[in-house]
C-alpha cells in the first residue's frame, strides 16, 4: 500500500513499524491509513469506548481500521488494551515487537472529553481525561523508550521517532475544558523533556496540534467543523493533518527533535512558546505596590495576549 506522493513506488515510511494510539476514528485512523499508504506497518491501538471515555471496550473500531489497510494492500494489527496502564502500554510495544520485530515510530493520539466549566467539574471527570491523554502518552512513551535505550546500547541506534498530540486548548487554554486543557499542555511539557532526555538514544520527540473535524470536535466546535459543499475544500477533514505527522515519523524528518507543531486545513505552523518578553530588575526586592506599578509597564510593553478560545 505504499504510494508516496510523487506517484507509484515506495513511501517515505517503507518498511518502519508505526504504533498509532486512539487510531480506531478520527485523526488516529488518518494517521494510520497515511502511514500505511506511505509503506509503513501499523500497530492500530484502540480501547473502543465512547467519545467521554464511557462504555464496554470493543475490538471494532480498531479492526476495521486494519481491514481497511489491509484490504488497500498494506500490513497492520489491531491492539485493544488501555495504554493509560504500565501493562497495556507494555503490551502495546510488545505486540510490534511480537508482530513485526521492531518499532520505529510512535504517535500518541488516545483521548477523550468530559467537558466542564470548573466550578461544575467532577474530581473524576478531571482525574479520567488527565490519566488517557497524560499518563496514556507518558507511559507508551516510557515503555518505548527503554526498548529504544536498550537497542542503542546493544549498538543498534534506532532512528525512532514519536509525534505526541497536544491541542491549542493546551497552548492557549479553552473554557469548559480545563481538564484536557491542563492535559494537553503536560503533553507539550512531556515532549520538550523526552527530546532532551533521549536525543542520544536516537529518538526524536515532537508534538502537533492539531485541528480537524473528529468526535471530539464536531460537536464542541459544530459550526467551525462544519463539512463544506459537495467538491469544496474540506478544511477540516482529519486526513489533512497526517501528512505532517507522517514525515515527523519518518526518517526525513532527521534533526527535527523538542518542537511544537500547530496543523490544520493546509497549514503548517512552528509554535514559539514561552519566551521572555520585557523585564525590568531593580536590583533588590520590589514593594508590592511598586511591583505592581513595574507589572502593568511591562504589560503596556508586551504585545496582546492571544484571547481563550471559547471566552467570551
Not at 90 to 110: C, E, F
Not at 144 to 172: D, F, Q
Request: aromatic share 4%.
Amino acid at each position: 500500500m505504499s504510494a508516496s506522493s510523487d506517484g507509484p513506488g515506495p513511501g517515505i515510511c517503507e518498511g518502519r513499524v508505526v504504533i498509532v494510539t486512539g487510531a480506531g476514528r478520527g485523526l488516529g485512523r488518518a494517521h494510520a491509513l497515511a502511514f500505511a499508504a506511505e509503506g509503513a506497518k501499523v500497530v492500530v491501538n484502540d480501547l473502543g469506548v465512547g467519545l467521554d471515555g464511557a462504555g464496554g471496550a470493543s475490538p471494532g473500531p480498531a479492526r476495521q481500521v486494519v481491514d481497511e489497510i489491509g484490504a488497500a494492500g498494506g500490513e497492520a494489527v489491531a491492539h485493544g488494551g488501555d495504554i493509560a496502564t504500565g501493562a497495556g502500554a507494555a503490551s502495546l510495544i510488545g505486540a510490534a515487537l511480537d508482530t513485526y520485530g521492531r518499532v520505529d515510530t510512535l504517535v500518541n493520539n488516545a483521548g477523550f472529553l468530559r467537558d466542564r466549566v470548573l466550578v461544575g467539574l467532577d474530581e473524576d471527570d478531571w482525574d479520567a481525561v488527565v490519566r488517557v491523554h497524560l499518563k496514556g502518552h507518558f507511559l507508551t512513551l516510557k515503555h518505548a523508550a527503554a526498548h529504544w535505550r536498550a537497542e542503542a546500547k546493544a549498538g543498534r541506534a534506532p532512528v525512532a521517532r514519536v509525534i505526541n498530540t497536544s491541542s491549542g486548548a493546551g497552548l492557549l487554554g479553552s473554557v469548559g475544558q480545563g481538564n484536557y486543557s491542563a492535559a494537553k499542555a503536560g503533553i507539550v511539557g512531556l515532549t520538550l523533556v523526552a527530546a532532551a532526555e533521549l536525543g542520544r538514544y536516537g529518538v526524536q520527540v515532537n508534538a502537533i496540534a492539531p485541528a480537524a473535524r473528529t468526535r471530539m470536535t464536531e460537536q464542541t466546535f459544530a459550526e467551525t467543523m462544519a463539512a463544506p459543499g459537495e467538491g469544496a475544500f474540506d478544511a477540516m477533514a482529519p486526513g489533512n493533518v497526517s501528512p505532517l505527522v507522517v514525515w515527523l515519523g519518518s526518517a526525513a524528518s532527521d534533526g527535527v527533535t523538542g518542537r511544537v507543531f500547530e496543523a490544520e486545513a493546509g497549514r503548517i505552523t512552528v509554535m514559539e512558546g514561552w519566551r521572555p518578553g520585557p523585564s525590568v530588575d531593580r536590583g533588590a526586592r520590589w514593594p508590592p505596590a511598586e511591583a505592581g506599578e513595574a507589572a502593568r509597564k511591562l504589560l503596556a510593553r508586551a504585545g496582546e495576549g492571544r484571547p481563550v478560545y471559547g471566552a467570551r
